[in-house]
């Protein structure tokens, strides 16, 4: 019953374990970096490690992985990664419990957890490509964008509260416990998956690792869109982290105003991506991405003016909001967008090497702009990825993509019975 929206059982359940990790996982946030100053007493570069290291490792650990799932079934995948994810973070509490807890230990779990959750990515996209027609698409990817939005708003107070009682090391058990039932929730889809394509030589090669660039660069309208994918995020995530040198420090916002400064505007998350689907309806497919994906560039230079006290904290949750409910609109556009111009055969290869892509760039873009933070002052270095963002529109397709037609899977019976 499309009309009402009704994408059957099997998307319910997945729907419901991507919501279960999402919460944990915004339960967790900041958890990492806690433990390892509270507990471990790490310095400043021991905690940039964490975060710039780990992301980048686990994209390098995931890369042989796209190709390797693109030739199997998915959900087993899914169910897999899961469970990968829930082992290595239980591991902490356990070393915690033990008195054996290390920094390596938490590195090379985050090595684990970014590794698996490129994957997680590659999979789900192509799983949810051939569990849903594509008229449905739309409205599946804007189910996903609303329960980040919605998790944003409600797990970090919740994951603050949890910390403050019981200490970060509880949150890391919560996140490792969404897993399981992440798990759970695909297992119990259940139903059967199209026959994956087979390999034509039996090993993997090394020029396998770039089927997923060598797509996307061949593609017209993806090619444009990596790019700017890649550019947007780095550039403003590594804004993001010199905005909290510049409020905690040379401004003297407290940590519950910076807080607040980004829980808040995740409303404007929720909005968009609710309004995604009717834009679409009415304006078309290419018309939102190019819009929406325009204004959300305008808003971060913005930050380049911000100042101490009440003003300056409703400007950066002006700025925020604004920014988040252009992403909220953009993101399940663009992801549907992505989903219907990518061959179901090369799906998870195709996600697998955007998701590398994006880690990587936004790894590198962060460090560089540490370093312009330090020469400049924060403030100049926001700007200057302000003016920067302000290009990245010139980077979105300029046409709309045509249809692809592909023949319909054949599906074959799972051996394993949910």
Same mark, same amino acid.
């Given at each position: 019953?499309?009309?009402?929206h ?15 990790s ?5 339960l ?17 570069a021991?905690?940039?490690a ?12 995931a ?7 693109e ?5 087993p ?14 591991? /902490?509490? %356990?070393?915690?419990? @033990?008195?054996? !807890?290390? =920094?390596?230990?938490? #590195?090379?779990?985050?090595? *684990?957890? $970014? +590794?698996a ?7 789900s996209?192509a799983?949810l490509?051939?569990l ?13 964008e ?10 970090p ?5 949890a ?7 509880a ?30 030589t ?8 770039l089927?997923?660039?060598?797509? /996307?660069? %061949?593609?017209?309208? @993806?090619?444009? !869109?990596? =790019?700017?994918?890649? #550019?947007f995020?780095?550039? *403003?995530? $590594? +804004? ?36 995604a ?14 819009v ?21 904290l ?8 604004g920014?988040?409910f ?9 992801a ?26 936004t +790894? ?6 540490g ?12 700007g200057?990825a ?21 023949p ?11």
């Open positions: 019953m499309r009309n009402g009704r994408l059957g059982r099997r998307f319910g359940w997945l729907w419901g374990a991507y919501g279960t999402a919460l944990g996982t915004w967790a946030f900041g958890a990492f970096p806690l433990i390892a100053v509270q507990v471990l007493h790490a310095g400043p021991e905690v940039a964490l975060s710039s290291v780990g992301a980048a490792a686990g994209a390098a650990v890369l042989p992985l796209g190709p390797w799932v030739f199997r079934r998915k959900r995948v899914l169910i897999g990664m899961d469970l990968a994810r829930f082992a290595a973070l239980l591991t /902490i509490p %356990a070393a915690f419990a @033990l008195g054996v !807890l290390t =920094f390596v230990q938490l #590195l090379l779990v985050s090595v *684990v957890v $970014a +590794a959750d490129i994957t997680f990515r590659a999979a996209g799983y490509k051939t849903l027609p594509a008229e449905d698409l739309l409205v599946a990817n804007a189910r996903f609303s329960t980040t939005w919605t998790t944003t708003i409600i797990g107070p919740l994951g603050g509260a910390i403050g009682l019981l200490g970060p090391v949150t890391v058990v919560a996140d490792a416990a969404s897993y399981l039932l992440s798990a759970l929730g695909i297992r119990a889809a259940g139903g059967q998956e199209p026959r994956p394509e087979r390999r034509e039996p090993r993997m090669r090394a020029g396998d690792l089927d997923g660039w060598r797509y /996307i660069l %061949a593609d017209a309208t @993806l090619r444009p !869109l990596f =790019f700017n994918t890649a #550019l995020n780095g550039l *403003v995530m $590594a +804004a993001d982290a010199l905005l909290a040198v510049l409020m905690l420090g040379e401004l003297g916002f407290t940590a519950w105003q910076y807080g607040l400064a980004f829980a808040a505007p995740a409303i404007g998350g929720l909005l968009g991506s609710r309004l689907r009717p834009l679409v309806t009415r304006f078309g497919q290419h018309q939102v991405l190019v929406a994906g325009t204004l959300r560039a305008l808003w971060p230079i913005g930050l380049a003016f911000l100042g101490p006290g009440t003003g300056g409703l400007l950066v949750m002006g700025v925020e909001l920014l988040i252009c992403c909220g609109v953009f993101n399940p556009v663009h549907t967008y992505r989903l219907e111009r990518t061959a179901t055969a090369r799906v998870a290869r195709t996600l697998s090497a955007w998701a590398v892509t994006t880690k990587a760039s +790894a590198l873009l962060t460090a560089v702009w370093v312009l933070g330090a020469v400049l002052g924060p403030r100049t270095a926001i200057l302000g003016v920067l963002l302000l290009a990245t529109p010139l980077l979105l397709p300029r046409r709309a993509a045509t249809t692809r037609t592909e319909k899977p054949e599906l074959e019976p799972e051996p394993d019975r949910a």
